[in-house]
């Protein structure tokens, strides 16, 4: 498992996609708090509350970037040389979940630096509720680790690109709920609102603590178990000649 960790952490770092999406959110974080401060008394929107709203539209993004590095596995026939010398279709499955929660990990980790960090010592955070940003942060790493088993599901069984445009598509169409909910009062679309992680992330808000964390915790649980073990499932019987 750690030679597979450490080969995984090996090609990421030569993974050209992923430092410049790194480097781009940390020069996004940073203009973004000089645009919020050379606008802070015609702005409208409080510092802080893109902090969440960003994430959850980086994450969309960075899908695209996991699909691009796991179907290089599948190009390279990296997978089949790894099975070849021994190592077990579980350690592979596992520690490609453990480098795609770390490319999703970091990216937050580098938006949070630049943007809500950096942003505190020029801008006024009178107006964040550190309960709420605190609360909001851990609910927040639950759904990115659901994210990242949803994107590992998707491009380990369609073994291309393509798994991570189809992460993306899924989450896109998922958003339509919140525009259902707004039009139709029904409890099946509050439901689907708690339960993805992307839309419990679309409403957090570092200004107002989540109303039902634990909730929001064990769907994001839920719905990794699913998907690692289907995914596992499915990888398992796969022929890869």
Known sequence: MINLLRSNMMRLRKFRAFKIEIICVFIMGIVTVFLEKMNEDSFTHPYGESYFQMIYMLLLVVSMIVGGYISKDYVDNTIRNKISIGH????????????????????????????????????NTDKIDKEALGVGIIVMLFAVISFS?????????????????????????????????????????DFFI????????????PFECDEKPLLHIIYSIIIFVVSFAGGYRIFRKTDLN
């Open 194 to 205: 708690d339960f993805f992680p992307n839309l419990q992330m679309a409403y957090l808000s």
């Open 149 to 189: 088993g949803i994107s590992v599901f998707f491009c380990m069984t369609v073994k291309n690109s393509f798994g991570g445009a189809l992460t993306g598509a899924f989450f896109y169409v998922t958003m339509f709920v919140q525009i259902f909910e707004d039009i139709f009062d029904s409890k099946i679309f």
């Open 88 to 123: 077990k279709r579980l350690d592979i499955f596992i520690a490609n979940h453990i480098t795609t929660f770390y490319i999703y990990f970091l990216t937050v980790v580098t938006w949070t630096i630049s943007y809500l960090f950096f942003g505190s010592f020029i801008l």
